[in-house]
């Protein structure tokens, strides 16, 4: 059992740069692999990014490779989703959310929304 709570969105302008944050709670968190998922209205949901727990290891969409980075601080509980050089395409709705090893991604937040203007 994982809650996860989000928060860092906001409004940017192009070019700009957020920070998004996703605090977990429950037991043996680290067996759980922490993900960052994306949705924009009538857009399928987007799988943007992964970390485990010790930061060895890391996954990026192709969409944010290069500009997008994860992080983790297992002493807070908290993961980080640093985001720079937004775009307005990356406008959409961010959940965190938490997967078992060799389990499915079964546990969510509610998410916080991101708007880049241009």
């Known amino acids: 059992q994982v809650q996860l709570v989000e928060s860092g969105g906001g409004l940017v302008q192009a070019g700009g740069s957020l920070r998004l944050s996703c605090a977990a709670s429950?037991?043996?968190?680290?067996?759980?692999?922490m993900g960052w998922f994306r949705q924009a209205p009538g857009k399928e949901r987007e799988y943007v990014a992964a970390?485990?727990?010790?930061?060895?290891?890391?996954y990026y969409a192709d969409s944010v490779k290069g500009r997008f980075t994860g992080s983790s601080d297992s002493a807070k509980n908290t993961v980080y989703l640093q985001m720079n050089s937004l775009k307005p395409e990356d406008t959409a709705v961010y959940y965190c959310?938490?997967?078992?090893?060799?389990?499915?991604?079964?546990?969510w937040g509610q998410g916080t929304q991101v708007t880049v203007s241009s």
């Open positions: 959310a938490a997967q078992e090893f060799g389990s499915t991604w079964n546990y």
């Open positions: 429950g037991r043996t968190l680290s067996r759980y692999i």
């Open positions: 970390i485990s727990w010790s930061g060895g290891w890391t």
